[in-house]
């Protein structure tokens, strides 16, 4: 089996979250991708370790903040890694709020074939 890829995935849907995992095992199954999940910023901050996570999937929307906190912690300790914020809607403005922290990219929340097929390019690119 290839090295695990941990990803840093920071949701509060459980259903999202089932959904992820269901759609990594469908669509990047040849991958060792292993989901540590966070469902507040608090606790995505405590588990983050830039020595181990190799990409963040982070949902905008969280109960006791929003992903761009997240963002932020994360920026402060790797300017360089892959950051994803998700949302069931982005907005212009939405947008515009991540610019200087440089997210990878700022998503409508998607669990198809083309996303999965995104991320396992970024992922493979990293080696």
């Not at 840093?8 to 040849?30: F, P, Q, W």
């Not at 990409?55 to 906190?69: H, M, Q, S, V, Y």
């Not at 809607?89 to 929340?109: G, M, Q, R």
């Given at each position: 089996?290839?090295?695990?890829?941990?990803i840093l995935y920071v949701e509060d849907n459980e259903?999202?979250?089932?959904?992820?995992?269901m759609s990594i095992d469908r669509y990047c199954a040849?991958?060792?991708?292993?989901?540590?999940?966070?469902?507040?910023?608090?606790?995505?901050?405590?588990?983050?370790?830039?020595?181990?996570?190799?990409?963040?999937?982070?949902?905008?929307?969280?109960?006791?903040?929003?992903?761009?906190?997240?963002?932020?912690?994360?920026?402060?300790?790797?300017?360089?890694?892959?950051?994803?914020?998700?949302?069931?809607?982005?907005?212009?403005?939405?947008?515009?709020?991540?610019?200087?922290?440089?997210?990878?990219?700022?998503?409508?929340?998607?669990?198809?074939?083309?996303?999965?097929?995104?991320?396992?390019?970024?992922?493979?690119?990293?080696?």
């Amino acid at each position: 089996m290839s090295e695990p890829i941990n990803i840093l995935y920071v949701e509060d849907n459980e259903g999202d979250v089932e959904l992820m995992r269901m759609s990594i095992d469908r669509y990047c199954a040849s991958l060792n991708i292993v989901l540590d999940v966070a469902e507040t910023v608090a606790e995505a901050k405590a588990i983050f370790a830039h020595d181990k996570h190799v990409i963040a999937l982070i949902d905008w929307n969280l109960p006791d903040g929003e992903g761009i906190d997240v963002l932020k912690f994360i920026r402060e300790m790797h300017e360089s890694l892959p950051v994803f914020l998700l949302s069931g809607v982005i907005t212009e403005d939405n947008i515009k709020l991540t610019e200087k922290y440089k997210p990878t990219a700022c998503l409508e929340k998607d669990y198809g074939k083309a996303f999965f097929s995104a991320l396992e390019k970024c992922i493979l690119s990293m080696d």
